[in-house]
């Protein structure tokens, strides 16, 4: 049974930075990709950023380019989210989803069978 913890959030003022950490363990598990969505109360969850393993390539939503940083750590199957110039519009909880499926469609939600239970980001104006 493969198991995705996530690690990091917490509350900061405006302008502040946070960084998330999320580890992928169990069975044989290998991952292709590891990634992020976040959701807001009352809001549909969103793509946040997703990094490969084979040849390290990242993506992130328009919404937060160019202010958060994805990377995987030296150990398998581990990721992080440097997350700077924080706005309280990026207040929600955060996602971390892992898959193995080298066509799946990154983006998406739906590409990734395997999800953390989420931690809680908070940004205060």
């Known amino acids: 049974q493969v198991q995705v913890v996530e690690s990091g959030g917490g509350l900061v003022q405006a302008g502040g930075s946070l960084r998330l950490s999320c580890a992928a363990s169990?069975?044989?598990?290998?991952?292709?990709?590891m990634g992020w969505f976040r959701q807001a109360p009352g809001k549909e969850r969103d793509f946040v950023a997703v990094?490969?393993?084979?040849?390290?390539?990242?993506w992130y939503g328009d919404s937060v380019k160019g202010r958060f940083t994805i990377s995987r750590g030296n150990a398998e199957n581990k990721m992080y989210l440097q997350m700077n110039s924080l706005k309280p519009d990026d207040t929600a909880v955060y996602y971390c989803?892992?898959?193995?499926?080298?066509?799946?469609?990154?983006?998406?939600?739906?590409?990734?069978?395997?999800w953390g239970q989420g931690t809680q980001v908070t940004v205060s104006s």
């Open positions: 990094i490969t393993w084979s040849g390290d390539i990242t």
């Open positions: 989803a892992a898959t193995e499926n080298p066509t799946a469609r990154l983006r998406l939600g739906d590409a990734y069978p395997y």
């Open positions: 169990g069975g044989a598990f290998n991952a292709y990709a």
